[in-house]
């Protein structure tokens, strides 16, 4: 990792956390690059930041945290065991530095790794589809279509299947088929039943 001018030059960018007062800031640093992973440093971060590291511009911070996300990343997505967390430094990154940066990184991995876990959103399957098209009363001049489905989640399999039941109105029907059509696609596992028998028209009218 500590070969060619580009991670030289990420690497290099290490020592800043030296001007940090206490390992209590650093930790802060970590913490905050984590909480914001999805959406980025605010402004008010970015000035603590400076302020920690005695830093008066972004020009030195940026890539600083660059490098910071890229350990955080590697420590808690690559599945690295906590005693080889130091090994993810190269040689030309002092010792103190490693051994602070190890330390931290070895005491948020399990809470991290607890949190991607969290993050992994698992979408319901689509088991079946059915619907019926009638006139609710005798005034009605257009069609209802009702829409029946039967979502499975593996999230939660404690749950089992769950019915989902909504109303349609008939002009709108075509264009909500070929959408269901196009969700069953997605959601539905590889090699499941095949369209025309997942969705079933039901008594239509």
Not at 91 to 97: N, W, Y
Not at 130 to 136: D, L, V
Not at 159 to 179: N, P, W, Y
């Amino acid at each position: 990792m500590g070969d060619g001018n580009n991670s030289h030059s990420m690497w290099g960018h290490l020592p800043l956390l030296v001007r940090a007062n206490s390992k209590e800031s650093v930790e802060y640093i970590l913490q905050a690059l984590w909480r914001t992973r999805r959406t980025g440093l605010d402004a008010a971060d970015r000035q603590i930041f400076r302020d920690i590291l005695q830093l008066p511009n972004d020009s030195d911070l940026d890539p600083l945290l660059v490098c910071l996300r890229v350990l955080i990343r590697r420590c808690v997505y690559e599945n690295v065991n906590k005693d080889e967390i130091q090994k993810l430094f190269p040689s030309e990154v002092l010792p103190e530095l490693q051994r602070l940066l190890t330390l931290l990184l070895q005491k948020f991995q399990k809470e991290w790794r607890e949190d991607i876990s969290k993050d992994q959103v698992i979408l319901p399957r689509l088991k079946a589809m059915t619907w019926n098209m009638a006139n609710q009363n005798a005034e009605e001049t257009d069609p209802v279509a009702v829409i029946n489905l039967k979502l499975h989640s593996d999230a939660k399999p404690n749950l089992g299947e769950r019915d989902v039941k909504f109303q349609l109105a008939k002009d709108t029907m075509e264009m909500m088929l070929k959408s269901m059509y196009c969700i069953r696609d997605q959601l539905s596992d590889p090699g499941e039943t095949p369209q025309r028998q997942v969705f079933q028209n039901s008594n239509v009218v």
